[in-house]
């Protein structure tokens, strides 16, 4: 809810100086503060409380002390993540796939989650912390396709161009992104949709997911506490949920 929340707050309302303190707030360093006039107090209010809910659980999880580090540190990527988006939907002539592959999949938060995980997880045993995160990376990657193929429509109606969809129509000279600072009518979004349907953009994306989740279910994992062919076949599950829920988020 705190992830949901933060990212609505640069997303939808574009309010980069509430989200300069909503960043804050996870962090026991640093203070979050409401009193500017460009800030919005209630939001951020209830930003804090939703992580002070959260934190005041995790604290008395059998693991805390040794994931908290790792939790924040994944945290943070997932905030920076945010903050990629909003400059990309601001500076179109930023959006490269490299940098989108790189930030933009933390914003799926699923570093964090298995933090979360682990922290409740008292059999799990470190050793398999390294193959369990590089398999992270991947996975992570799945669950942003799923969400990239289900939203770049809605998110090019609200002048949302982070979405690798879109991104890689604009690399691919489908879209001009000057013509995004300038701004799109509606006519236009139709016409970028349609050009954009039209091509393999959206197939390729297909192609990877089911060659990245072949390629993981094919991959011998030597760990003893975690089952992360069961993690990776979840995915698929995942994948379902986005596919089903379109034009529904």
Not at 2 to 28: L, M, N
Not at 164 to 169: N, Q
Request: with cysteine; glycine share 6%.
């Amino acid at each position: 809810m705190y992830i949901t929340t933060v990212d609505d707050i640069v997303e939808y309302s574009g309010d980069k100086a509430t989200f300069e303190q909503a960043r804050k707030i996870p962090f026991p360093n640093q203070h979050a503060d409401g009193s500017g006039s460009s800030v919005d107090a209630e939001t951020l209010d209830f930003a804090t409380r939703v992580w002070e809910t959260l934190g005041d659980r995790l604290v008395e999880t059998p693991r805390y002390g040794e994931f908290e580090d790792i939790f924040h540190f994944d945290i943070r990527q997932a905030l920076t993540a945010m903050e990629y988006s909003f400059l990309v939907s601001r500076r179109p002539e930023l959006a490269n796939g490299t940098s989108t592959d790189h930030y933009d999949c933390h914003n799926m938060v699923m570093f964090g989650y298995s933090d979360v995980d682990l922290m409740y997880s008292p059999g799990f045993e470190l050793e398999d912390l390294s193959a369990l995160r590089s398999v992270l990376w991947r996975t992570q990657r799945l669950a942003r396709i799923g969400n990239w193929l289900t939203t770049w429509e809605r998110e090019l109606r609200e002048e949302d161009y982070s979405s690798g969809v879109v991104v890689t129509a604009i690399e691919e000279g489908l879209i001009d992104a000057n013509a995004l600072v300038d701004g799109l009518s509606p006519a236009d979004v139709a016409g970028i949709t349609e050009q954009i349907k039209r091509s393999e953009i959206e197939d390729r994306l297909y192609e990877e997911w089911e060659q990245t989740y072949e390629e993981l279910l094919r991959t011998v994992f030597e760990t003893g506490s975690i089952d992360l062919n069961a993690f990776i076949q979840g995915m698929e599950t995942v994948f379902e949920y986005h596919i089903n829920s379109k034009g529904s988020k």
